[in-house]
């Protein structure tokens, strides 16, 4: 640093607020105190299985040992919304006090997964931009086709589409009283690791964790998505006003047999890990469709 006392204006700096001058002789000591810069990673957690929901309290535990946590998230359970927006009605957020122990932020939306991610996005953090959104820890896996499907997943995508780097968490189990601890043990080695490390390649990680004891779990496969689909059938029935109603179910049918898909992952008893995206071409086809479509 130049000397104080050379005749030329110095800077000094301090991390209080304010600042403030002195002269001293033909030498002006400049103080710019500035604010310490708060540089804790941001972090958007959301869901589908709506903000009361055991495994997103999971989730935003985890999350805010690695950064400043925002949580908006549906109001109400919204499984199987996938990448459905609300556009006939008015959206409403309302800022709760769920996690406040935790240190995290939260809002319930009255929309879906997705918008509440176009809401934290816009809205709630309009100024500063998200390091990081996660997703979760969903109920039931969404390994395969489900992506398709998921809010949870939708949610992370949505974020991806947004230049955020996005991981959905599932847990391959419905029961209300699921265990979550294998779930978030793998869980904070992904979010560290994404933080320190980013994603080669990808926006997008869909994780997928068997329901088995923490010790039980193998380790991590990183895969492909199976190629699976749904039997579908509906329940047919009357309602107490006397209309017909349908009510869907299926199951699932894995076609794919292959080991390095997250099916096998999970069946095998090893989290799957699946690098994903939001692009939909089906790159092979282009030629051929292309050669194909030549009309004269």
Not at 3 to 31: E, P
Request: with cysteine.
């Amino acid at each position: 640093m130049p000397n104080a006392f050379s005749g030329k204006h110095d800077i000094f700096f301090s991390n209080q607020l304010g600042s403030a001058s002195h002269d001293v002789g033909n030498s002006m000591i400049v103080f710019i105190k500035i604010n310490c810069i708060n540089m804790r990673p941001q972090i958007l957690v959301s869901n589908d299985d709506g903000i009361t929901a055991r495994g997103i309290r999971a989730l935003v535990e985890v999350a805010s040992e690695f950064g400043d946590v925002t949580v908006v998230a549906p109001d109400s359970p919204q499984s199987g919304q996938g990448h459905a927006i609300t556009l006939e009605n008015p959206l409403r957020l309302y800022q709760v006090g769920l996690f406040e122990e935790l240190g995290a932020v939260a809002y319930e939306c009255s929309g879906t997964p997705v918008d509440c991610v176009k809401l934290a996005k816009n809205i709630i953090s309009k100024n500063r931009k998200f390091d990081l959104c996660v997703s979760g820890i969903n109920h039931g896996s969404n390994a395969s086709i489900n992506i398709l499907y998921s809010g949870t997943m939708s949610a992370a995508m949505e974020a991806a589409v947004e230049g955020i780097p996005a991981i959905g968490f599932s847990l391959t189990s419905f029961r209300h009283d699921a265990d979550f601890t294998a779930a978030q043990h793998y869980a904070r080695q992904i979010i560290q690791s994404v933080l320190e490390k980013g994603m080669p390649q990808t926006k997008l990680l869909n994780v997928n964790v068997p329901n088995l004891p923490l010790e039980s779990i193998k380790g991590i496969r990183v895969c492909r998505q199976a190629k699976g689909f749904w039997t579908e059938d509906f329940l047919q029935g009357t309602d107490p006003a006397g209309r017909p109603y349908f009510w869907l179910t299926g199951e699932f049918v894995c076609e794919d047999k292959s080991d390095d898909t997250d099916i096998w992952a999970i069946d095998n008893g090893y989290i799957s890990v699946v690098p994903a995206m939001h692009d939909m071409t089906a790159y092979e086809a282009l030629n051929p469709l292309a050669t194909q479509l030549q009309f004269s």
